[in-house]
Every structure is written in C-alpha cells, then in structure tokens.
C-alpha cells in the first residue's frame, strides 16, 4: 500500500491530544527511546480514513503489533473481537494498571493487549524501569 502523506498540522494535533503519550498502551513518548508514530485507528485498507477522528498516537511497538488490524478472534468463542478504539472508548473501561502489567478488563481489552503485546517480558521491564521498581 501507498504511504499516505499526512500533514504537519495534522501529526501535531494527534500528538497533542493524546499528550505525547501512546493512546494505546499509555506510555509517554519521552519515556522511549524512540518516538511515537500515528496510526489509522481503522485502517485505510479497512475503510479508515486520514481524519483526525481516525488517528492515534502510537508507540512504535503498539503500531509495530497492530499494523493494519482492527481486532482478532476470541478462539474459545469463535467471536470477531474489535480493538480498543482511542475515540470510541474510555482505556479504563478496558484496561487497568496492575504495577507493572496492564491488565485486560472486557473482550476489547483482552484482544488489544494480546495482539498488542502489552505484557510482553520487554514491555513489562520498561515500565518497572520507569517506575524505578
């Protein structure tokens, strides 16, 4: 797929509403060693759009895992699972900080912070390194 220009006023609005910080797994963007990205909540091969309403501020490892993605199955179920999306939804209805872990709380978190990665081993030792735990 084509790389979409996005305009400079655009990035900064998306970074600044979200406070420099991934909406996604929450952590500060000058907390890592490399910056944020933005990423098409719904992607545009998905019918996403480059509104402002349908871009998120993404660490590169959120963006990284998520890519085009816009949920994943519950197997048990055999349930189509949508992800947490930044303007659609409230991160504490779905997600909550367990020291260093984040812990799903509903189907949409469950499928977020598994294919997102939110607890893997890497993730989990940056966030005891910034708690200084």
């Not at 979200?18 to 992607?43: F, G, P, R, V």
């Not at 519950?74 to 992800?83: H, S, Y």
Request: hydrophobic letters at 35%; a negative charge.
């Amino acid at each position: 797929m084509e790389r979409v220009y996005l305009s400079r006023k655009l990035r900064d609005l998306v970074a600044e509403r979200a406070n420099h910080a991934c909406e996604y797994c929450k952590i500060n963007e000058q907390d890592t060693a490399l910056s944020c990205a933005i990423d098409h909540i719904i992607s545009l091969k998905h019918g996403g759009s480059n509104e402002a309403d349908n871009l998120a501020y993404a660490c590169v490892f959120c963006n990284r895992y998520k890519g085009s993605d816009i949920g994943s199955i519950i197997w048990e179920t055999k349930d189509f699972v949508r992800f947490y999306h930044p303007r659609w939804d409230v991160w504490e209805e779905h997600f909550q900080f367990q020291q260093t872990q984040i812990k799903p709380l509903t189907p949409i978190g469950n499928v977020t912070a598994k294919i997102l990665c939110f607890n893997e081993p890497n993730r989990i030792l940056e966030r005891q390194y910034l708690l200084g735990e």
